[in-house]
């Protein structure tokens, strides 16, 4: 089963709005063991919109359209289907009535111009909305099924959901599409595609692939099968060999994050963390605590932007950060053992770093950090040189990662090296 | 100047990442006065990409393509332009030794694979990545330029900035759009377009519309002139009247967010400021320090996740923890004026509620959450019901807001209540 999807609207074409409903009905079809040929996006155009709702049609089996079908003259992708179908536009007084129950609901009464939302091509389905003014239409058109939804992401939801998704259910014919992701973290993408090259081979099935975002690399299944049961199966196997070329790199998968992955091996060991952060501002002890339910084992975070606070609140000796500078190993290493101390914590971690785009040097440059680790059996401090050509977002989200996958390979014994890391400094510590 | 932007991978047909580049094109290319035509997406697939190019470069003037260039075997965006083009693959030695540079930059060597990044089509010109391993192509075909660009959204960015916008500035007719944005905080969004709504009507140049995005209301502006020098002199006095009619409710326009707003409000005052989080966890002192330069004004922040951490680093009495629990009115008061006094900070901020999934009660549910604004003029705590339909992420988001909206206020001396506040409770203060 083949399916294209197509979005309308002006706001879409000139890159106001982005367009999150093309990518919501991608999961929902992939789900459904549809093979989706591609997204289309047509600005408010009865022409646009026809042509690609005719060339849509010659080429998959499904053609799922949203948007255009408000009550403003700029909504025209009835009359496009109209025209595409070449069957003409006629008024279901039963929706006009439907329509101004919507209205009545709010107390007001249906403008005028709402009755166009009540036009259908001759020989089409109306499909009723429940939750706003604008009915959807199915038509077949050749051998292929127009299902055309509203723009607003929750009526369109509704709508494929309680429409859709039954007659694709039917049509799928049982084969079934499951996609999973493992999530790493600390090696480039063509060092992870190295390793499962062969799983990543053109034409297998569970197609294997790999995406970078945000630093981590994900390794992408896509399995099919004749059953929901058989497509499982292909996918974990899958799965297990990937984990088994990949070992400690694998942190996660789905929406597993390092910092899940943390808290679950806090958690196992009864242990706490606690975190001193300069260059990440907040952000880790942030993601630590985008978990719920950390509070189990993060007991503080302390944000030393400035130098006085580094000595106020860790205890770094001023005269530390004048003879090294406050982004350096010593100050790193003095944080991290000041922090844990201080917190009563298992484990610290500190940072220190500049994440530009001012400040940086010759010798110390824009995405120089410094990640401290203290803990049970001791302290390091690693420093990363994440690239001059980084913005201060990135800089400091791929530290943050830095830190949170340095802890977690520290908590499982492991001594895989980040890309990035180098100068891996052991510290006197407070083990 | 008629455009088609064209995004590349199985990640976005399949869902599992939102197409944001081509929104992004699209407002550069309608800033350069370009009619985009269409979006089309297409996955990891030789043959669609060939199609797509081939099909965009017979119906418009500039496409627009991104993705499908990385090192890997699924990366195909180099041999189906090729096949599109009917020109062979050529290895470019000079390319081989930008991209061994680039990893000679991190101390790595290339691997083999990448080796691959620097084939091209005989005949087509090579795009230097300054930021990454893939460089872009550009070809003529069908009378189209066809130029072609990562799909890491930073990558894109640079290459269509440096290499495609001085072509299509020099060829674009001179029709210009300008679109701009202005933020508001602290009020929904039929509150805003009530205020501006003859603005908003249909047909008017510039054009008015309101957005929501993560609680703060956009109202963007799109203004269209014969020359740039027009669409901006029309823009700027639509700018104005808006920011007439809606007052301190604007905090920022185009990028600026709300720590840009009290970034400049505390460097003018020559204050400081300082935080301490429950709650958000690190949000706000992260999103401060999002901000470059703000060591100029943000001292310090704790996050007292823990109660014990409550009371080590912020001197908040055990009972009264005890007595009110550590989401209340009372803790809230007793964190910021710790917080203030510890740091020496003019400003502090404080957190704590209850952002859920879990650990909500009828009395206080999830949502609940207390913001507490200690300053030269005293203290004040306020209470904001966020709604329990709310996921973790979003309470934490919107408290963040609501307490750089508070502070923001404060710094300027309004009196604007938030939508959510409620009970707002004067406290004894410290100032």
Redesign the interface.
């Known amino acids: 089963m083949k399916a294209i999807i197509i ?1 309308i609207g002006d706001e ?9 409903n ?7 079809l ?1 789900g459904l063991g549809a093979t ?8 408010d155009d009865q022409a ?1 919109t026809r042509d ?1 709702i005719d060339q849509a049609a010659r080429r998959a089996d499904w053609v799922l359209v949203s948007g255009g079908l408000g009550p ?1 003259p700029d909504d025209l992708t009835r009359e496009a289907l109209a025209e595409a179908l070449g069957a003409p536009l006629e008024l279901r007084e039963e929706f006009v009535e439907q329509i101004a129950g919507f209205f009545r609901r709010f107390g007001k009464e249906m403008p005028e111009r709402n009755k166009v939302q009540a036009m259908f091509p001759i020989g089409s389905t109306a499909i009723e909305n429940t939750c706003g003014t604008a009915p959807g239409v199915q038509a077949r058109l050749h051998d292929a099924e127009v299902f055309v939804m509203p723009g607003v992401p929750r009526e369109m939801k509704i709508m494929f959901e309680r429409d859709a998704v039954p007659q694709l259910s039917a049509r799928s014919g049982g084969k079934v599409i499951l ?1 999973e ?1 493992l999530w790493t973290f600390g090696q ?4 992870v ?2 390793r499962i ?1 062969d799983l ?3 034409g297998r099935n569970p197609a294997v ?5 945000d630093a981590k690399i994900g390794v ?1 299944i ?1 399995s099919g099968g004749n059953t929901r049961a058989e497509a499982e199966r292909l996918l974990e196997a899958t799965a297990d060999e990937i984990r088994a070329r990949l070992g400690a790199l694998v942190y996660g998968r789905g929406e597993e994050t390092l910092a899940d992955a943390v808290g679950v091996l806090l958690r196992e060991r009864g242990q706490t963390v606690a ?1 001193a ?1 300069s260059c ?7 993601t ?3 978990v ?4 189990a084992y ?9 130098n ?2 580094k000595t ?2 860790l205890g770094v000796p001023a005269d530390l950060i004048a003879e090294h500078g406050a982004v350096s190993s010593e100050v790193a290493e003095a944080m991290v053992i000041g922090c844990r101390g ?2 009563g914590a298992d484990w610290a971690l500190a940072t220190t770093g500049i ?4 400040g940086g040097t010759a010798e110390k440059p824009v995405g120089l950090v410094y990640v401290g680790l203290d803990g049970p059996d001791g302290c390091q401090v690693r420093e990363y ?1 994440l ?1 001059e ?6 800089v ?1 989200s791929r530290s943050r990662w830095a830190a949170l996958s340095l802890l977690r390979l520290c908590l499982l014994g492991e001594k895989i090296d980040s ?2 890391s ?1 100068v891996p400094r052991p510290c006197g510590g407070t083990g």
């Open positions: 979005s879409l074409l000139l890159g106001r709005t982005v367009d999150t093309s990518a919501w009905l991608s999961q929902q992939a989706i040929l591609a997204h289309v996006t047509v600005g646009e690609a403003t996609t992701t480039g993408e063509s060092t595609a190295a090259a990543m081979e053109r692939g790999t995406t970078a975002y992408r896509f975190t952060e990440t501002g907040g952000l880790i002890a942030k630590l605590t985008d719920s339910g950390s509070s993060f007991l503080s975070g302390v944000v030393t932007y400035s006085a606070a106020a609140l201080r917190a994440a530009g785009p001012t040189r690239g050509h980084l913005g201060r977002d990135d400091r890309t990035w180098r």
